[in-house]
């Protein structure tokens, strides 16, 4: 480049002062990517080039010494190749330490525990698991990333805007096998408002457990409707007493009427009175927030309750609907309401003499529903089912937490713990959960690890039936609903001991429901109860 004029000279000098620069720039970068600063890059490349014969220091270059500023912008994007470097890689959000809350379920926390290690396995970061009481419930989650929690305080969680959103790319990502989970569950219970709000872990409903082989040699099919369980109550009995003292099962009907049961089992009892095709609310009045518990149908539901309870009243009214699963697979009585738990969530190594004919079907439900509008009872049409399921009597759902800084891990875990594979591994640890997927209908066992084969299929079937087609009923869920189910659970009792009448009770309950939601604030009581049923009241 020593000839030619002066200006094509400098022109020269530039462009290879420009690729040098290029070269060291890659050459410092590749070195120590974190030293990439202004001034250690420019010192770097003037010390590089400043070594070269015809660099800085050289004579000639003085034009491209006075240009060195431009240089050291033109040196970050010329590169020896063109090519920028790669930006430096964040770690995988799945890696994030997350802190995860068990409420109110100490096996399910031991269970979460142990899976600690498959979590990191999978790509997943640290996990601490806590355990903490329900009363704590909504302090604990002030601390949480992930919160594993009863069903009843959704509402409260959900009000207290404590519950993040799973966003539709996690949720319809094809590890999460969400459409294989149970619709009611996806549907109705996982959602408050239109949004997706948790994932569940396994929601027991009621179902009729039964002695298929006493009912056969009595010519008896199991009931449909609650009609039908009265009739069949009432020749049983006939039967019974004909035979003596000897008779075998002791009890024909056993309902689960234990304190904070009694209400549940009502609400069961109620569902199909309560659900018409062209209503949409069920326990309140979805514009005045009025209760609708001493309505006709609620009546009916409590009086036929109360008869069918009365024979063997001392002994349903110490039942839950596990224990009433056990007292059936004791010999104790022909038909009873509730769900089967494994052995080891019963916290027992003692296993059940579970009957070879054991059986189930779904809760009996009822062929007319009223209809608040015209009060009258309107039959169903032939296309309908005479059963309606009550949704959220017992069961455990996780949740991510709002505002947290790895929500997207936590629903990651929360994604991964409720999938297919590990599923089976938490939700058989309680007693509050069981199956909610389609795959687990493959394998019942582990849930119900007592019963033979044929009832294992029985049961997944009848839940499956419960839970994908029918109409559902579902249990209060908004802000204050112990308080709630424990007025109705003292009606209930009361009304089953003999103290109240049914409607009597039912009117008293009404007006301990409207105290509640006064003192709650009818405002936000009214957006909750829109919420739980799907609804979003106006901003």
Known sequence: MGDGPPGKRVRHARHALTRRAGC????????NPGLLTTNNVTQRVVTQLGERPGGLAGGRSRHARAKLPLLCAIMLVAGCTGQQPPPPREPPPRQAALRVVVAGDAVLARAVSRLRGAWQEAGGGELTVVETSADELVHAAANADVLLYPVRYQGLLAEQGLLDVLPAVQR???DAAWNDIFESLRVKQLAWGDQTVAVPLGLP??????????????GLQPPQTWAELAALAATLRDRHTDAGDTAEPR?????????????????????????????YSDLFDLDSLDPLVAGPPFVKALTELSALAG?????NLQLTPTEAFQAICRGECVLTLGWPVPVSARGTSSPLEVPVDLQFAEAPGADAAFNRDTREWDARTPTESPH????GAEGRLGSAIKGRPHSQAAWEFLLWLSGPRWSERVSTSSAAATLFREAHLRSPGPWIDELRPTAARSYGHVLQQSLTQRPVLLAPRLPGADRYLAALDRAVRAVVIGERKPREALRATAEEWKQITAELDIARQKRAYHASLGLLLEP
């Open 24 to 31: 060291a720039y890659h050459a410092a970068w590749a070195a």
């Open 172 to 174: 319809e990502a094809p």
């Open 205 to 218: 409903v009621y179902t009729c457990m039964y002695r298929a082989k006493v009912l056969e040699q009595q």
């Open 251 to 279: 009890h024909v009907v056993l309902l689960p009427l234990a304190e904070g049961w009694a209400g549940l089992t009502f609400l069961c009892h109620a569902a199909a009175y309560v659900r018409h095709r062209d209503q």
């Open 311 to 315: 024979p063997g009243r001392d002994r």
């Open 388 to 391: 309606v399921t009550l949704l």
